[in-house]
């Protein structure tokens, strides 16, 4: 079984729909991060946290939110999507150290009509 | 704060060529690099990663980067690739402390053909 799981791992939606996101993860790590991905922009980081009770924005959160309901499970929500969140998203976790090196799952791929 | 840049949004090269793919950074502090492969529909994974002491750093498949404090660089590279190659790949860059986060590139899609 994959460590790092997402679903769903297609998903269409309207503009204006609340959509959820969810990561689960079974490698034990602290850390868990949301990046969406664009053609020709690389990844950027949307929310992460730290541990169960620490959630901070990344770079681009408007529109977006977040709730570490556990260690394990991270869950991301587009309280009223547009078109311009379509993308590919991704969740990453990593354990709380200098190298932190991140474990990415499958990806979540989203159209918003 | 600290940024990545790979300037070849594509690669395109011939089985058992040798490639390069560039990456340079900017930060006015010592900063951690990251080369993470992306195969296709799949999510980000580490290819290799310098951290301190020796400037080059090699992967398990053939691939290494060497950390070029003078060019703040860390570019990648095979001496020979095979088809299996064919990913996207990206440059990521941290500071050193617990706290800190990755900055990613805008990635390089290599694309290896007979």
């Known amino acids: 079984d994959a460590d790092v799981t997402q679903t769903p791992r297609n998903r269409i939606t309207k503009t204006g729909k609340r959509i959820m996101l969810e990561c689960s993860q079974t490698k034990g790590h602290d850390r868990m991060y949301w990046y969406r991905q664009d053609p020709g922009l690389g990844l950027r980081l949307i929310y992460y946290s730290f541990d169960v009770k620490d959630i901070n924005k990344g770079e681009i959160s408007d529109g977006y939110s977040v709730s570490r309901q556990a260690q394990a499970k991270f869950s991301l929500s587009l309280e009223s999507a547009i078109p311009n969140q379509t993308a590919l998203y991704f969740c990453?976790?990593?354990?709380?150290?200098?190298?932190?090196?991140?474990?990415f799952g499958p990806g979540t791929r989203l159209l918003v009509l | 704060a600290q940024s990545v840049t790979q300037l070849d949004s594509q690669v395109p090269v011939f089985e058992e060529a040798p490639v390069e793919l560039r990456c340079n950074y900017s930060?006015?502090?010592?900063?951690?690099l990251f080369w993470y492969v992306q195969y296709p529909n799949q999510g980000l994974q580490l290819l290799l990663k310098y951290l301190s002491g020796s400037t080059l750093v090699k992967s398990i498949n053939g691939f290494e980067a060497e950390f070029n404090k003078s060019q703040t660089s860390f570019h990648l590279r095979k001496p020979s690739v095979h088809i299996s190659d064919t990913a996207e790949y990206f440059c990521?860059?941290?500071?050193?402390?617990?706290?800190?986060?990755?900055?990613f590139g805008t990635g390089t899609r290599l694309q290896v053909t007979l």
């Open positions: 990453a976790t990593s354990v709380h150290s200098y190298q932190e090196t991140q474990y």
């Open positions: 990521a860059v941290k500071l050193p402390g617990t706290a800190s986060k990755l900055t």
């Open positions: 930060s006015s502090v010592s900063v951690y």
